[in-house]
């Protein structure tokens, strides 16, 4: 990374931090330094040609702006090739939030466009080391977030949920090594910026990360199938681990895993951050009531409304009716809250569907027989 | 590490090398650098009484010269307590050398005068990235060696044989998660000397090493024995991974292992290094023939003997007989092809007995129920 250029930009974006003290995160620049493309209305349409479905509204939105070799992906796909997702969550708080949502989402809605198997990795290892939660602690935040996860409507006959302290074993530990064997230490710390006291544990994760991308790590999947291609749906922070896999795979012998990159689900408070687990302010989490939903919006929510209403109706702000002086902040927050509380109910609704038994089903280690038709 | 006392000392002592520039290796110094503590002739005598048995003749000729908590085992023992044993081997190479067998003889004595379990650990995963082996390689190798551990007559129903590659995972990852928490990258680098070009693999490996000192690693066999005390046979080359354990073991709620350690077996040419796998001539190999072990004693085994008949007879050498001078270089020559043949013979001998199924049997991860009697 060029110091200077880092300087200038000051915004900071990796797995653990999300900031720009200049203000909102300047997605082209990411874009840029991250060496990602763009994800275009191109590429949107081809979705939609492929599939034969309307794009999903994060595409439509741009909420998914990033990507990395995805066109391959659907050329392979358009040839009659398939390929699987992978994606994930760091277990690290009980309940998640909206923007935990987003790659869930998008995810199951990709599952569904293209018929395809996916594996959800919960890095319970890594929220044990980050975080120093007890080994036991992470194991059942992974189990309860497992549970939100499902109940995003994931096809178990396709869906393979594991918890790294379950299932780091086998054909996966074999890539985990083969994978670190490819990576320095002063790469680790160009990537991440590891410092001598971090503790080693640190430095170990990427590769436990990495190595979903590669088929072979799931022999009861993929068994045979180790030129199948890898799609990761995720945010942008998690750009770093797969530029760092993307490097390694092809000396292995693996495909590089495409990704399709999300921007940050923003802070209540603006742009500037994310909604972030550790400032429950910035936050509307799956397990809020509709009053409390309600009470944030209205507390903490920024929306550029205008000083009074007169400028307000005059200048006018930036959204589509709102944007054109029609709607005012209350307006725009009560219809917010009346979206949000819509998704969230739906969301609570299922999720107390999701029964022990399903998170056993989920995580169990299985073949399985349809799960590319 | 004291830099100055360093440069004076000029050995080099670790996992991966050992050299003397100085000269043969100054074992009292290494005891002094290390902190452990010698093996005396009290702890010969104790080993004795508790155990009924004459002590290995390793223990009376002081091959195995230092120990660390060795007579908290024997206190511990001596109320009734148990324990179990950890030993283990790097398989990089086809065939081991004689300086290899040296901590499998002495522990076989071990669990046959204590009657505990043992377990023993094949770093195949450390070889694959050490060595730049392939995974199945490093897989083949582990196999390999683990019938010349089996040939030096190990009890199957107290012995648990397991390679990395096969067993890392469950409760042995979680040991190994809790064991890199506790480890600073800063730490790692000042035991073993990792430098920034090393790629992270090496980074990752202590840990590996480190876990079957706690029982908890081993449910199959442990399960509710988290206080039962370890005690590690091994060379002192192997001193930093478990000067590395014991700082940690407390911290994580574990008993700090004990350790008995032996110097190295002499490389042919003398004592100033090794027997080495990576030059031939310094070894014996179990699968040398007796043709080829009186060869290289012959040509290169350094005997200290005087420049002619007249001055030996005069002067004498420095070991019994041959220190007074009544044996010639030649006599003690032909007495050592003699002893290593036949030790050689029989672990041949030994060895075409061991089966694959035999190998599977000791690898297999099942409960040892009568390993304590």
């Known amino acids: 990374m060029d110091k200077k250029e880092e300087n200038t930009e000051e915004q900071v974006v990796n797995p653990w931090e999300v900031s720009s003290s200049g203000g909102k995160i300047d997605y082209d620049k990411l874009i840029d330094k991250f060496g990602c493309q763009r994800f275009d209305q191109s590429l949107v349409d081809r979705v939609q040609r492929l599939t034969g479905r309307p794009p999903h509204v994060f595409l439509r939105r741009g909420v998914f702006f990033a990507h990395r070799d995805f066109n391959e992906i659907l050329d392979a796909y358009e040839r009659g090739e398939k390929f699987y997702l992978y994606t994930g969550r760091g277990p690290s708080s009980e309940a998640l939030h909206l923007g935990h949502l987003i790659p869930f989402m998008f995810t199951k809605y990709l599952q569904d466009a293209f018929k395809v198997p996916l594996v959800i990795q919960l890095t319970d290892d890594e929220k044990?080391?980050?975080?120093?939660?007890?080994?036991?602690?992470?194991?059942?935040?992974?189990?309860?977030?497992?549970?939100?996860?499902?109940?995003?409507?994931?096809?178990?006959?396709?869906?393979?949920?594991?918890?790294?302290?379950?299932?780091?074993?086998?054909?996966?530990?074999?890539?985990?090594?083969?994978?670190?064997?490819?990576?320095?230490?002063?790469?680790?710390?160009?990537?991440?910026?590891f410092t001598g006291e971090d503790h080693i544990g640190k430095v170990s994760f990427p590769p436990v990360q990495a190595v979903p991308s590669f088929p072979s790590s799931f022999p009861h999947l993929f068994s045979g199938k180790d030129n199948l291609r890898c799609l990761i749906p995720c945010a942008i922070d998690q750009d770093p681990y797969f530029r760092m896999t993307r490097d390694v795979a092809p000396r292995i012998g693996y495909h590089k895993p495409a990704l399709i990159e999300s921007s940050f689900f923003p802070a209540l408070q603006g742009e500037n951050g994310k909604m972030s687990a550790s400032d429950p302010n910035s936050a509307i989490y799956v397990t809020d009531s509709g009053k409390v939903i309600k009470n944030k919006i209205n507390k903490y929510a920024f929306s550029g409304g205008r000083e009074s209403v007169e400028l307000h109706r005059k200048l006018g702000a930036n959204v589509e009716e709102y944007g054109a002086g029609r709607m005012l902040t209350g307006e725009v927050k009560q219809r917010l809250t009346q979206v949000l509380t819509e998704l969230v109910e739906r969301h609570q609704t299922a999720r107390s569907a999701v029964t022990d038994e399903m998170v056993d089903a989920f995580m169990s280690v299985r073949p399985l027989p349809n799960m590319f038709n």
């Open 128 to 193: 044990c080391m980050w975080k120093n939660l007890s080994v036991e602690e992470s194991q059942r935040l992974a189990r309860e977030n497992a549970k939100d996860i499902i109940a995003c409507g994931f096809d178990i006959t396709k869906t393979f949920i594991f918890s790294d302290f379950d299932y780091v074993g086998g054909a996966f530990y074999k890539n985990m090594v083969r994978v670190a064997k490819c990576v320095t230490y002063n790469k680790v710390v160009g990537i991440f910026g």
